[in-house]
């Protein structure tokens, strides 16, 4: 009987949201454009990151608020050798990143599982953190990354391939 009337609501949930769709009211002048009263992410609405490149080169770029630094390096095209490896799966340490203490302090809680990663990285500091774990706010407006002079990825390690 519940399953008889979560179909009928899913029905009506349907027919209304075809209905608000079709409504002359929900489209702009250019019917291809569809406007919901939803904005489009504006260039406004991104983070501006600075990324200091192994060799001292700064980088700027913009992500969206919720990327990860690791989405921002791969949206971008950014060229740092052997970065996010793992694809941000938390198997390797190639997207540590070291920050600014007061950016440090904002980037919210780290987990065992990236700590554990962390302590195979190169370079270690104290302001150190996985790129692929960090997500953007607007809080994070300005901030620097800097890629370190080397990298330790763990699964090469494991291989005995490097
Ligand atoms: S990309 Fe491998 S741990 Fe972040």
């Not at 700064?58 to 630094?69: A, F, I, M, N, Q």
């Not at 793992?86 to 809680?109: N, R």
């Not at 774990?133 to 901030?143: A, H, N, P, R, Y």
């Amino acid at each position: 009987m519940a399953l008889v009337t979560a179909f009928r609501r899913l029905a009506q949930y349907s027919r209304r949201s075809v209905a608000v769709l079709s409504s002359p009211a929900v489209w702009h002048s250019n019917p291809r454009s569809f406007t919901s009263g939803i904005q489009p992410l504006r260039a406004d609405n991104k983070v501006t990151v600075h990324f200091v490149n192994r060799d001292g080169e700064k980088v700027t770029v913009k992500g969206s608020p919720g990327d990860s630094l690791l989405d921002v390096v791969i949206n971008e095209d950014l060229d740092f050798d052997g970065f996010g490896a793992c694809e941000g799966t938390l198997a390797c340490s190639t997207c540590h990143l070291i920050f600014d203490e007061d950016i440090y302090k904002q980037l919210g809680p780290i987990t065992d599982e990236e700590m554990d990663m962390l302590d195979l990285a190169y370079g270690l500091t104290d302001t150190s953190r996985l790129g692929c774990q960090i997500c953007l706010t607007k809080s994070l407006e300005g901030m620097v990354a800097r890629v370190p002079e080397s990298v330790a990825d763990i699964r090469q390690s494991k291989d005995g391939s490097a």
